[in-house]
């Protein structure tokens, strides 16, 4: 067994004991980068150097006995999470030279648990995306299938967790975009509850649904990250200022008396594979034979959680991506003489097409006139969808169902249909339009071999109980240690 | 066809927090450029706005002296536009749900009558920086120190009926900031700006008439210059048979005129929409009342108590608190026992001269209140005449001593001795035997030569009362 292949609590494990050193852990990971990057493209930045004096200051932290839950620990960092003095791209043009002065909340926390990054990974460009394609820079491709996508907009993440080139991942959900690259690529992925991770750092795409998260091996290491990024900060306004539980140490994988709701609306939708379905139904009844009760329940606004989320994410981001001017920082047209001029050459050519084509929607949904029809409108779907899920989870714990409606794409499949591309998102839209953790645990195969995943999504800041009850079904369906070969 | 002009008022004034509003950045004026920055206000990817309270609680001062209704929940907005000294592409503002709502001020009319001015709202948001555009060459610079400095705005209803109004009402807002200790009010530095909404309509009609809206009126003197001139502009374009736009209109101080703003800024669309990264600002009771006990006296109530407690005149109350500072040097004052209308005559006359020759204002006055005080008691206590205590206060001005010290050092003190005066009055008179006759004779006028003389020859230290008194009894 190579080092690259352990999990995160494995690895600690053997640093713990001593068995292994730090800088031997990430020499591995940093050499299997090398080998198989080449095939996957997951790295936009690999930080070797960084990476190398991190592991070695782990190595004397767990020599003295200071080591923090993340010691030595390699991990990779989707590219729109502020990293002080390494580049921060978002995956565009506009900020291909933007080395931020500062680090974003989640990095600290990481830091002061001794994590080393390894690099920075790809994405769609400000997170605008579902497959990766999006990225100014290069196709990440899906290790199980390299004629495929990863999913996205982590992409980068997914694919590097599953091609073993980190331990664990970092990335950003604003519509699905943890869960369904972590679907696509067998990981587990985790959208925290709104609040719970500081933004603080975090590029923003629209600043209402954007939630870091972790991707990871298996639960245990999605519950282990998850505990050292969540926690208040108080220079993001919207950070939740509760404690933070032992996400580790709650899990048992009992789900006997759990109550897991079906959403009807889930499983009519007509798009769903028919693979994806059956492995969804299989770990469904895995956890009833664990001793879950299931019951049918019913999300009756999920028709319009796609309509909504792409009129309020579009008109945060036509905001939110404002400031890329060419004026302070990032990409400027130096062949324009007069300010409007400057504007319209940087953002054209600075800004890929899938984000202009949201800039532009969304600019639109808040004009004059139409902020009432649009913006409005899309912010009361928003209340009747979150009252939807309060209504839910007065009748049971979690609410399982599927994450995409396929498996992996193959790339270049849906670049030239956005529509349908966005519609890869209708089950995971939902729980960023409501605020509410959302998961994606392996459950299964495709005919052809590719992973499906399970969402399982909770209450409000019942990140404890969707681990406890994904490690259930990691238990029951046996496939966490499955690896593409690359 | 008789004319009236229908005016409104925006104050935008920059409140004196130590920080600025969103980030912990100094809102210093003045600083070399771009140095009272950090990634908040540089609009850096990524970074996020955190409300300073003391913001909140300065909207909140200015709320409660207008009398207006404070929201227990309000928000922030984003109004989108795109400038290169307005680094995230947004201003935050508010703008559905503002801070505060329907108040009203009184403003004092020159024929000493009140009117009711109506607050329309209050609310907050941050400035923008600044944009310096070089004559010589096609570059422009951007100084962010300003971005972010906090600002209320203050809308009032469109109830002023002439730019005195107008004016009398931007004069009114002024003190109750600075009363409050909230704003500098200073119109030259932009501290203070102010934009007009203006329409005229024929005497009597209810209905508005088209408005325009002022713009870059960046002094108080302009104020009612610039709506003067619109008015009459627009009642010459209505009697001319024309129609007058809706449109902005700059002030140009070099011509004294306004002048369409036409082009791309007037076709703003603003986008308004609430700010995520920023929750709903909520107020509860507990805030409300704290902030409301920390409020001073206004200078309205202030006045009324100057009148009713220190027998003032109108005219005199008005003067002392027409600036809080000027009020409270006044209240030092006689907190130690001099006379009131004493004091109100030296800190107006005097003191106002001696501080506003040096640029002081009173709070820097080389004399403290306890110090002019224990001045005036002298001329009361008869120690000194008033006119020594002149050259007393030249003297404590210039050396910052006490009065009693200068008095003493330069023998100053009054003689009243009758005796020793008595003496002075036969030396005058054996003098000066014609004009003693010319006196007797009925020449009365004659008194303030024989004064003058005394004085002379006590070198002004005679007490002018005693002198008086002994002359007309020696010269009868
Ligand atoms: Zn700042």
Known sequence: MQLYELTIHEARDLLEKKEISALELTESVLARIDAVDDKTDAYLTVTADTARARAKAADKAI?????????????????????????????????SDFVPPYDAAVMERLSTAGAVMVGKVNMDEFAMGSSTENSAFKNTKNPWDLTRVPGGSSGGSAAAVVADMCLGALGSDTGGSIRQPASHCGVVGLKPTYGRVSRFGLVAYASSLDQIGPLAKDVTDAAILSGVISGYDRRDSTSADRPVPDYGAALAGDVTGRTIGIPEEYFNSKGIDPDVRAAVENAISALKDAGAKCIDISLPHTPYAVAAYYLIAPAEASSNLARYDGVKYGFRDMSA???????????????????????????????????????????????????????????????????????????????????????????????????????????????????????????????????????CVERAMGIAHKRPRL | MNFEPVIGLEVHAHLKTDTKIFCSCSTKFGAPPNTHVCPVCLGMPGVLPVLNKKVVEYAMRMAFATNCEIAGESRFARKNYFYPDLPKGYQISQFELPIAEHGHVDISLPNSTKKRIGITRIHMEEDAGKSIHDPGRPVSFVDLNRTGVPLIEIVSEPDLASPEEAGAYLRQIRMILRYLSISDGNMEEGSFRCDANISVRPAGQTELGTRAELKN???????????????????????????????????????????????????????????????????????????????????????????SDFDLSEYDADLLTADRKTADYFEACIATGAPTKL??????????????????????????????????????????????????????????????????????????????????????????????????????????????????????????????????????
């Open chain 1, 63 to 95: 020599a003295g006995g200071t080591a923090g839950p993340l010691a030595g620990i390699p991990l990779a960092i989707k590219d729109l999470i502020c990293t002080r003095g390494v580049r921060t791209t978002c995956a565009s043009k506009i900020l």
């Open chain 1, 337 to 471: 003489t007069a300010l409007s001029d400057m504007y319209t050459a940087s953002r054209s050519a600075g800004f890929g097409p899938e984000v202009q084509r949201r800039i532009i929607l969304g600019t639109y949904a808040l004009s004059a006139g139409y902020y009432d029809a649009y913006y409005k409108k899309a912010s009361q779907v928003r209340t009747l969808i979150i009252n939807d899920f309060k209504n839910a989870f007065k009748k049971c714990d979690v609410i399982a169902g599927p994450v995409a409606p396929t498996p992996a794409f193959s790339l270049g499949e849906k670049t030239q249909d956005p529509l349908t591309m966005y519609l890869s998102d209708i089950f995971t839209l939902s729980a960023n339009l409501a605020g509410i953790p959302g998961l994606s645990v392996p459950c299964g195969f495709s005919k052809s071999g590719l992973p499906i995943g399970l969402q399982l999504m909770g209450n409000y800041f019942d990140e404890a109980i969707l681990f406890d009850t994904a490690l």
């Open chain 2, 217 to 307: 009126i960046n002094s108080f003197k302009f104020v009612e210059k610039a709506l003067a001139y619109e008015i009459k502009r627009q009642i010459s374009v209505i009697t001319g048979g024309g129609r007058v736009i809706q449109e902005t209109r700059l002030w140009d101080t070099a011509k004294n005129r306004t002048n369409s703003m036409r082009g791309k800024e007037e076709a703003h669309d603003y986008r308004y929409f609430p700010d995520p990264d920023l929750v709903p600002l909520v107020i509860d009771d507990a805030w409300m009342d704290a902030v409301k006990k920390s409020l001073p006296e206004l200078p309205d109530a202030r006045r009324a108590r100057f009148i």
């Open chain 2, 343 to 476: 004091c109100a005559n030296w800190i107006m006359g005097e003191l106002a001269a001696a501080l506003n020759a040096r640029g002081k204002s009173i709070d820097q006055s080389p004399i403290p209140a306890d110090a002019l005080a224990k001045l005036l008691c002298l001329i009361t206590d008869n120690v000194i005449s008033g006119k020594i205590a002149k050259t007393v206060f030249e003297e404590m001005i210039e050396t910052g001593k006490p009065a009693q010290t200068i008095v003493e050092e330069k023998g100053l003190v009054q003689v009243s001795d009758a005796s020793a005066i008595e003496a002075v009055i036969d030396e005058v008179m054996t003098n000066n035997p014609d004009e003693v006759e010319k006196y007797r004779a009925g020449k009365k006028k004659l008194m303030g030569f024989f004064v003058g003389q005394v004085m002379r020859a006590t070198k002004g230290k005679a007490n002018p009362g005693v002198v008086n008194k002994i002359l007309t009894n020696k010269l009868s």
